[in-house]
């Protein structure tokens, strides 16, 4: 079913809960409606897909076509050699997914309990944490291109996941809609208990399991990240900056105690922006109605009423100061319109 609606009021459908208008909003709830919207015309001007709204800012309204993804199918695929593979469409919220396979017993997304957002999101940003990123999961993903009207389906090579990373960051950004992504579960153990407290947690629940991994996420989340039911947010808002090992070395002598992790290129490092933002002074502190959250700096918080511009300067101002202090540029990872 399509359902369109114009000058739509957005701040139901961002998680920062700020206001904002859309000049057109399309609802579409299956993937085989996308043809008729284009014939149609409503891909010809501006346009992009808003989701679940976890990981946008909007400072102003929208001036093109809103596409809303609503279908909510789950399908087990096959079962076979210990392995499920699992299509989900993008309209699926993430953590009914994983709740879903930590049920059944199938390994594999339990570090990515809680994560707010929906399936189609998933590989845009290869959603991660707790020493889980969405591409070990996923084994392809359905798209839709608007300009050419084709189907397709890529393969994780050529969705060029990265850290908070993939090709609908780049080559794809604004050309590409996610319409379903299958995943490969494991019938057999398979924890991943390296981060933080997460063993510990878990233990403290009665052992490993994928119940109490589960348990122990969704524990660590809470205590450290603000639901965004209550407390406006969209997680971290800006990515962990990679630096040369090198420049990570100096830094490490200067603060002995700066967070650093290793990437996938060995002359690189990550290091961790929320210990940065905290030792510039940030955490727990606000510019009118938007704060940094006192648990967790990377997290931008709106205190009730902030617009989007008073969370892009708190942002600005954050960052300043963080470069000032450390010479290096933290990015967002949120999406700012
Ligand atoms: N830290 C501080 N102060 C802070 C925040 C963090 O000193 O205010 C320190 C911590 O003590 C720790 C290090 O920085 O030593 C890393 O902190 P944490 O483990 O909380 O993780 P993060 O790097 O800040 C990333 C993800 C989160 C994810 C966690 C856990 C990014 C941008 N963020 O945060 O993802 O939940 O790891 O895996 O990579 C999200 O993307 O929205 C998100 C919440």
């Not at 904002?20 to 919207?37: H, K, Q």
């Not at 490969?184 to 490993?208: H, K, Q």
């Not at 090198?246 to 996938?264: C, H, I």
């Not at 606000?286 to 617009?307: F, K, P, T, Y």
């Amino acid at each position: 079913m399509i359902s369109i609606s114009e000058h739509t009021d957005l701040t139901q459908l961002n998680s920062f809960g700020v206001t904002a208008r859309g000049t057109r909003l399309i609802r579409f709830s299956a993937a085989n409606e996308l043809p008729s919207l284009r014939e149609k015309g409503y891909f010809e001007g501006d346009w992009m897909i808003l989701s679940g709204g976890n990981n946008i800012l909007f400072t102003q309204d929208y001036a093109g076509t809103l596409f809303h993804p609503e279908e909510r199918h789950i399908e087990v695929l096959s079962r076979e050699g210990g392995s499920v593979r699992i299509k989900a469409s993008a309209g699926v919220e993430w953590d009914d997914l994983v709740e879903l396979t930590v049920a059944n017993g199938w390994w594999g997304a339990e570090n990515l309990s809680l994560i707010p957002g929906w399936v189609g999101a998933a590989p845009v940003q290869n959603i991660g944490a707790y020493g889980a990123e969405a591409k070990q999961l996923i084994e392809s993903v359905d798209i839709y291109l608007p300009e050419t009207g084709v189907f397709r389906t890529l393969d994780p090579r050529e969705c060029n996941f990265g850290y908070r990373e993939s090709i609908f960051k780049h080559e794809l950004k604004g050309r590409a809609i996610v319409t379903a992504v299958t995943l490969r579960f494991s019938e057999s153990p398979r924890p991943e208990l390296g981060y933080g407290d997460l063993l510990r947690e878990t233990e403290a629940r009665g052992g490993v399991s994928l119940r109490n991994i589960r348990d122990a996420v969704i524990a660590i989340r809470r205590s450290k990240l603000p639901d965004p039911k209550t407390t406006g947010n969209a997680g971290s808002f800006f990515k962990n900056p990679t630096v040369e090992r090198s420049r990570a070395e100096k830094l490490k002598a200067q603060y002995p105690d700066l967070p650093l992790y290793p990437t996938a290129d060995p002359n690189r490092q990550k290091l961790a922006a929320g210990w940065m933002i905290e030792r510039a002074g940030w955490k727990g502190r606000n510019l009118g109605r938007a704060g940094v959250h006192d648990r967790q700096a990377l997290v931008l918080i709106n205190l009730g009423g902030a617009s989007g511009q008073e969370i892009i300067e708190l942002a600005r101002a954050v960052q300043h100061d963080v470069e000032a202090l450390f010479g290096i540029r933290i990015e967002t990872e949120v999406n700012i319109i």
